[in-house]
């Protein structure tokens, strides 16, 4: 397979640019294999059932962008991705570097006197090492000095920073937001469990993969970064004894196929594409996603090629595309998805 195999045309006009003020007003178009239905998130606790769990990767999003400058006036973007190292006020991360010039090993950039901000090893593709100084904790500074890491397609401001964050986010880890939980609220989980779902939750500290497009002429020579994650035993038993678990986003599939493969935490470079075997996962909650990419190739793997055809309807529908876009809810299609 070839990245042009999962190319379509994405009108700008159909990005969403910001997110709607009632999140689970969002549209939702279903195909569980009876028909396609135009539903919002504020229906999903109609479409679930006893002896469903849903489950929720509830990773926060840092705010991990920095803008810093050099001495000499010129612009460095520095955008976190994962510690590597340390805590509290010394802390080493690997981090995306981006700058009109190279910048050397060493290099000393400040936000503010709170914070000292090194450029270090060069790790390839753009990344680079970087240690973090801070007077009262590295957290504590990036509250003060850094910005939400929105993805380069999102134009407009975001008022409210919460909007990048799901309700249930809680340990502060990952540079982008999973962004199909965004759709949710306590209110329409709880109104899940009283149609007899489960909720469950792990974690998965989203990473490089949510910015690096595919780049190879042949899907097999994609390398995926790795990317930390943690199943509690608590949801791996709860999916084994369900009905139908219904992973809420793609990051949400990748830690639970992972943990069936590899144990329950650790880190995974699981490439999800046809052909796979979905061993957890029987129905997938999950936004429109960019032409080309990793996440729409994984839906290709869960529905087969018939995405193309759900993909055409929802653009015709006037469906809002990306992150703060609307969502589907899907199950497996033709051979491929469980094989």
Same mark, same amino acid.
């Given at each position: 397979?070839?990245?042009?195999?999962?190319?379509?045309?994405?009108?700008?006009?159909?990005?969403?640019?910001?997110?709607?003020? +009632?999140?689970?007003?969002?549209?939702?178009?279903?195909?569980?294999?009876?028909?396609?239905? !135009?539903?919002?998130?504020?229906?999903?606790?109609? /479409?679930?059932?006893?002896?469903?769990?849903?489950?929720?990767?509830?990773?926060?999003?840092? @705010?991990?962008? /920095?803008?810093?400058?050099?001495?000499?006036?010129?612009?460095?973007?520095?955008?976190?991705?994962?510690?590597?190292?340390?805590?509290?006020?010394?802390?080493?991360?690997?981090?995306?570097?981006?700058?009109?010039?190279?910048?050397?090993? %060493? &290099?000393?950039?400040?936000?503010?006197?709170?914070?000292?901000?090194?450029?270090?090893?060069?790790? %390839?593709?753009?990344?680079?090492?970087?240690?973090?100084?801070?007077? #009262?904790?590295?957290?504590?500074?990036?509250?003060?000095?850094?910005?939400?890491?929105?993805?380069?397609? /999102?134009? &407009?401001?975001?008022?409210? @920073?919460?909007?990048?964050?799901?309700?249930?986010?809680?340990?502060?880890?990952?540079?982008?937001?999973?962004?199909?939980?965004?759709?949710?609220?306590?209110?329409?989980?709880?109104?899940?469990?009283?149609?007899?779902?489960?909720?469950?939750?792990?974690?998965?500290?989203? #990473?490089? +993969?949510?910015?690096?497009?595919?780049?190879?002429?042949?899907?097999?020579?994609?390398?995926? !970064?790795?990317?930390?994650?943690?199943?509690?035993?608590?949801?791996? +038993?709860?999916?084994?004894?369900?009905?139908?678990?219904?992973?809420?986003?793609?990051?949400?599939?990748?830690?639970?196929?992972?943990?069936?493969?590899?144990?329950?935490?650790?880190?995974?470079?699981?490439?999800?594409?046809?052909?796979?075997?979905?061993?957890?996962?029987?129905?997938?909650? &999950?936004? $429109?996603?960019?032409?080309?990419?990793?996440?729409?190739?994984?839906?290709?793997? $869960?529905?087969?090629?018939?995405?193309?055809?759900?993909?055409?309807?929802?653009?015709?529908? #006037?469906?809002?595309?990306?992150?703060?876009?609307?969502?589907?809810?899907?199950? @497996?299609?033709? @051979?491929?998805?469980?094989?």
């Amino acid at each position: 397979m070839r990245p042009a195999d999962f190319a379509y045309d994405l009108p700008a006009s159909s990005i969403a640019q910001v997110p709607l003020g +009632d999140r689970p007003s969002a549209r939702l178009l279903v195909d569980l294999g009876d028909g396609i239905r !135009h539903l919002t998130v504020r229906d999903l606790p109609e /479409l679930v059932r006893p002896g469903d769990v849903i489950v929720l990767n509830d990773t926060k999003v840092l @705010p991990a962008r /920095l803008r810093l400058a050099k001495e000499s006036g010129g612009a460095v973007e520095v955008l976190l991705l994962e510690r590597v190292d340390g805590t509290g006020t010394c802390e080493t991360w690997e981090a995306l570097v981006r700058t009109g010039r190279r910048v050397a090993p %060493g &290099t000393v950039l400040r936000p503010g006197p709170d914070l000292e901000v090194t450029i270090d090893e060069d790790l %390839g593709e753009g990344r680079r090492l970087v240690r973090l100084e801070a007077v #009262g904790g590295v957290s504590a500074a990036l509250d003060r000095h850094g910005e939400m890491p929105l993805p380069p397609y /999102l134009t &407009t401001v975001l008022d409210d @920073p919460d909007r990048y964050q799901t309700v249930y986010a809680d340990r502060p880890a990952s540079a982008a937001a999973p962004t199909a939980g965004l759709h949710l609220t306590d209110d329409v989980l709880d109104a899940c469990r009283e149609a007899g779902a489960g909720i469950e939750r792990l974690e998965l500290v989203v #990473g490089l +993969d949510t910015f690096r497009p595919i780049v190879v002429d042949d899907l097999d020579d994609h390398r995926m !970064h790795s990317e930390a994650y943690e199943v509690p035993t608590a949801t791996l +038993d709860a999916c084994r004894s369900a009905d139908r678990v219904l992973a809420v986003g793609t990051t949400t599939v990748r830690a639970l196929e992972s943990a069936a493969r590899g144990g329950d935490t650790g880190r995974t470079d699981l490439f999800i594409r046809r052909p796979f075997r979905f061993e957890v996962v029987d129905l997938l909650l &999950t936004n $429109f996603h960019l032409p080309g990419s990793t996440l729409l190739v994984m839906l290709d793997a $869960f529905v087969g090629q018939g995405w193309r055809d759900l993909y055409a309807t929802a653009l015709a529908e #006037g469906y809002r595309f990306l992150s703060f876009g609307d969502a589907m809810l899907v199950a @497996p299609g033709e @051979p491929g998805g469980h094989s």
